[in-house]
């Protein structure tokens, strides 16, 4: 059990440093807000953001599943299950 929670604070803290590269501030990074309007990305925030999340989990994210991430927490949702398959 302890070890899920590790990974969780893992995983969490490693998506907000890939947001903070995009210049996200702390203070709007939660995981309700939205890409578009709460943190305002255009398409070199996301670029950045897919590179960095791609280089830093060791994943490939295909084009079609960007447009399941409309806030934090849906890019959360998309890493553990990314994160669990590539495990198995």
Known sequence: METET???????????????KTG???DNICLT???????????IDWTIFIH?????FNIRIKDEELNSFSNVN????YL???LVYSSN
């Open 52 to 56: 960095y999340l791609e280089r830093i």
């Open 33 to 43: 807000a939205s890409f578009y309007e709460d943190l305002n990305f255009d398409n």
């Open 6 to 20: 590790v990974t969780e604070k893992s995983l969490r803290r490693n998506l907000y440093r890939v947001l903070r």
């Open 24 to 26: 996200v501030t702390r």
């Open 74 to 77: 849906d890019t959360l949702l």
């Open 80 to 82: 553990r299950g990314e």
